[in-house]
């Protein structure tokens, strides 16, 4: 007999929660399907229906890790301009535990990801769209003079991407060295130098209290910021 689909849509609920689990707790080298299927308590043979071959079993989990990553809550965002380009570029960085463990995952997908051609153009989807969202933030920031408009608002988006991504693996390798108040201030400092560019020679704009979620830190010479309020993840 062949299960209702709201049976199967929940069994696939719970393949892709033990997925997570597994990623959460071991990360992507440990991802199999023996791991997966002793996290449910089940059998292989069960989750070969769901994976018919090791690739499946990594796009679902590239899958779950973007959904993951884009239901997280986030930081209130200034409604445009240089506060809600920094606003979202810090709900990137691993701020806080949590967001350390999130990143981590992240970035231990990109090995996984860069081994196979039809996962890597997946992935690379997903960080063109993060930059095409960034885009948006700095066209708003060059129309209000807060960044320079003789450089393409795409280029500074994938600067600021960039910058960003890399100051994540920074810290996640040298936590010490990159405490929170650091990643905020060498962020905030990154922002101030592309504005200064612009001929405003402002600093990066704090984010307005109102507006400002418990991890956001007035600026960057701010002391040690409160936690953030959830895990940042490596896109968005």
Known sequence: MTPARGDHEARRRDVSAAVWRVLATRGFGALTLRAVAAEMNASTGLLTHYFPNKQALL???LEVLDQRNQERPRRATPTEGLAALRAVLLDVLPLTAEGADANRIWVSSWDVALADPELATEHAERYRRSRTKLTRHVEAAQARGELPTATPAADLAAAAQSFTLGLVVQALFAPTEFPPERQIKLLDDWLAA????A??????????????SPGAAVNSRSATPEPAAAPPAGSD
């Open 59 to 61: 796009r679902t989990a």
């Open 194 to 197: 592309a504005g200064a560019a």
């Open 199 to 212: 001929g405003t020679g402002t600093e990066a704009p704090a984010t307005p209290p109102a507006e400002r």
